[in-house]
Structure formats: structure tokens, C-alpha cells
């Protein structure tokens, strides 16, 4: 009787409920919810960057070079005279712009090549995990600054090379976990009802073998945008005027000794702040999809 | 009798130790099995149950020997042109957590081997998965869940629903029910007797409970350490067991009547390692009744009625029972 006097639940409405999920999800790792909104805030300043940034990123005026922030340019000006907010803003763009086909291209490559390595096993196996050894004993740094005075400091060089880089990375946690599920239960009952090998890899191990390279893909955006702007700081990246964070700290470097510390100081703090926010949401990313951590951590 | 669904000669499975030496996991293992019947294996963990199961399905490659599937000799045919007879022997396995992946729904599970084996269409698939679901009681409800929201008993019985989906005419059960709590067991058995009578599958039921075997089999393969030490029908090798080895097993099976009287045979001594064997008998270090000659020869598999077949050399002098 006293169950029937209660009310109803109300359905919730999906937002209610996504918002919910939301909640609970912070609530259990705020390190995920910190890291995620950090990272949101910087995707809108980057599709929001010609609306809200108060004048053109490379709008040069000769009339107020070197300023000190003030009421008119909230992060100063540049040696060229131009906005550092405005600039700041449209940098986001470019972080963005390199880390997401960063992560895509070493996704691409990597994840086949540990799917295929951590199946076949034997020579292919050692071949490539061998030379995987090699890529990641050898500096990224200096590989990456090699290839692109090379290749040429065009964008689309330094997100190849880098994403080639990032390759191994993924192939190694995906081989891992193919290793360990290839002699697995159910890829022995898929054998037995019967599935072609393709059908096996792709539908009943790769959707299981993810986890770690998932985990991984934040982690190694805040690395891409690391070595992005550490190419640009170098002067082989992305070259000035484009509101590129690194390039822009490479301008500042010069002004910091004569004390007009704002032209590095900012896009600096918006580095660091992007790629905190990055390694956080990695860092939850993980905790959520293992378990095992999870479990460690509760 | 029709012509047997399968039938195995003289085969063995070899493993290589992982210290040298080569472990006998299945030694020269003979024994057909008819349409509509149930071979009960059974034997203690170790004793290669498992390993000839998977054999009998070329989910590994036997050593040594024969099998022959439907009138086809399947022993050595490449995986690729194995496939298409898997459409007509099916496996379920003793966990059925591990045995479903993880990522795709009871509904995707079930219609796999019609998507793999039938030309059904998309809505024909679905149709018949639900169906199958029915058959095996999971309501069309459960059939969009994830295996992690399916209880134990829930998971087996879309194991088995998969198993049955393409009407095969050889199940393999690798111990169905040892991984499920004592009440969800009896529910699956029940299943598994009603569709035995209804699909006229023969199955090849391993397992190492005696109580499902003498529910589920109409023969029984005993093994010990690889070897087949006893054949015959289920009510024989309950009845009249004349293998040492047997009648101990059998005397650790408890009878539904209390005034039964017991008789224990407790073994001792300890199973010898299956790493280089030693010449003789693999039990003889653990029989009651064992003479010399047991750890010099192998004993052969006799027949000592028609249909009852054991390897025991003391058959013949009429020692090989146990004094109670």
C-alpha cells in the first residue's frame, strides 16, 4: 500500500538525463570533468575565434608596437603591432587544427599495424615492433625537426611526420591487448561458428582491443600540440605571422629580456593550460575505461 | 543404426612442456558417435576432455589420427574449407562470460551463425533469432542487452541458442553447466534434454559430474590421463563400471535414494605427471588392484560385452573389482 502512495518517477527528459550521466561522471572522476572542460572551453574559443576575438590576429599596426595590456589590448601588442588576445584566440585553432589529424593519422596507421602484428605474431611481429623500438628510442624532437626542415615547414608536413610518430604508440597498446584476447574464449567460439578470419579481427577483436589506444589519443593530442609548438619555437614548423602558440612564444623570447614579457607570457599560459587540460582528460579517460584502475582507485 | 555423425581413430594430441620434454594431452582416442546420440567424456580435470573436444571441432589440430565428420575426413582440410562445415557442428563452452564478446548484444550473438551460414534476410534473421531466443526462454526483451546485463544462466542460454541456430548435427558441450550456480544448472540441463530430443544432434557432452551425465548420456567415454580406460552405455558404467578407475569414480557419485547403500573407494597416491608418461597403465600408481604387470604394459581396450569396452589388464583374471 505505501508503495502505491508514492509517486510515480517521471520519466526524465534526455537532457535531464544526460545531464545525470554527466554528474555522475564528474563526480567519480573530477580529473576527467576538469580536463574535459578545459578542453571545452578551448573548442569554442577556436569555432568561436572570428566572432569573438576583438580584431583580425595579423591586423599589424605600426602605430602601437610593444604595448603593455591595457583597457584597448587586453593582452597587450606585438612587436608588429598586432592584438596578442586576438592572436591567443586564433591559436586555438592551430592547436587544434594539428592535434586532431595528428591523433587521426597515427590512429590510421597505428591501430592496423598492431591489429595485424598482434595476430599474425612470428617475423612481421618483430619487424615491425622492432622498428617501433627504434622510432620511440630516438628523440621525437629531433626526428620531427629533421623530417620537417626536410620536407619543408608546411602544416600539413608537420602533422604527417608527427602523426607518423604517434604511430607506435597506438600499434603497441593494440597489439597488446589483441595478444591477450587472440586466445581468448569467445574469438575461439567465433572460430567455432565459424567466422572468417577479417570478420573475427574486425568485429569480434578490434571493438574490444580500443581501449588502451582511446585512452591514449588524449595524451598524445597534448603531445602533439607539445611538439607542434615546440617546431614552431624552433622556427621549422608553422612560420609567423600565423597566430601559431609556439611561434608566437619564439616573437615574445625576444622582448622577454627588455621586459615586454606579455607577447610570450600569454600564448605560453594558453600552451600550458591546453595541454594540462589534455593529459587530465586523458588521465580520467583511463581510469574510466580500465578497470582494473578503476577499481584501484575506489 | 544410421551412419555415424562422426567418428574418431587413433587420435592424439601432442603438446610440447614448456620445460622440454612433450605432454600427452589426448592419446590414441577411438569412438563414433551416431545422429541423436549423446557421448558422455568424462574423467578429472587434466585428463584431456577438453583437448579431444576441441580436436573433434579442428579448434586445434590433432596430432595423430583421424576425424571424420559426416563421411568427410576433416583432419587435415585448411580452416577456409572448414567453415562451411561449422554450420553443421557447433560448440558451447563452460563459461559463457568469457565465450561472448563483450561488445556486441544477445540479438547480434544469435544471429551470427545464421548471418554466417544461411542466405536469410536481414528481417528473416531477426525473425528466427527471436525465435531461437524463445526456444531457449530468453524473452525477446533480453535479446537487445549486452552480455555484461545478462545473468550466468541468462549468458549460457544464448550460448546455446547460438549453438542451435543452423541446426547442427554435432553439438560439442564443454561442461555447460559447471560454471552456474546449482539452481540455474537444473533449468539448463532440462533445456539441453528437451532439445537434444527435439534437434536429433548428436553431442559429445563433457563433463565431470556425474549426475548431468547420467541425466544427459546414453554412452559414456571414460578418461584418464589422455587414454580411454572405459566405454559403454550410461547404464552400465553406473551399473556394472569394471575399471578400477571407474568404480571409484562411480562410488563418489551419490545416489538420489539414502537407503542405497555406500560404497567409498577413496584413491590415493597421485596422479603421475602427463610429461614423458611412465610405460605402463597411467592409473596403476593410484589402483587398488594394480599387479607388476600394470606399470610394464599398456593395457589394451578390450571388449567385454558387447558395447562395453575397458583397458584393464585385470579384467581377464576377474581382479578389477575394487574389495569393498
Redesign the interface.
Known sequence: MSDAALPAPATPAWTARAAGRLAGISRRSPTLAIGAAIILGFALLAVLAPLISPESPVASNPARVLQAPSAANWFGTDGNGMDVLSRVIHGSLYAFGIAIPVVIVGLLIGVPVGLWTGWTGGWPDEIVMRGSDALRVFPSIILALAVVAAAGPSLLNVVLVLGLLDAPVYARVVRAEVLSLRN???V?????????TR?ILF??IL??ALRGATAQTAVRAAWAVRISATLAFLGVGIQPPTPEWGAMIRQGAEYMVTGEWWVAVFPGCALILLVLGLNMLGDGLADLLDPRRKAATR | MSAPVLRVEGLSKRFAAPGGGVIGAVNDVSFTLAAGETLGLVGESGSGKSTLGRCVLRLTAPSEGRVIFMGQDITSVPEARCRPLRANMQMVFQDPWAALNPRMTARDLIEEPLMLHTRLSRAERRDEATRLGLRVRLPSAMLDRYPSELSGGQQQRVCIARAIATKPALIVLDEPTSSLDLSVRAGILDLLAELKEETGAAMLFITHDLGTLRLMADRVMVMYLGRVVEQATAAEVFERPAHPYTQALMSAHLPADPAVPLARHVLRGEIPSPINLPPGCGFASRCPVAIPACRERLPPLEELAPGHRAACLRVADGGNRIPS
Do not use: Q, Y
Open positions: 581468448g574464449t569467445f575461439e567460439a567465433a572460430v567455432a561458428a565459424g567466422n572468417p570478420r568485429r569480434h571493438p574490444n
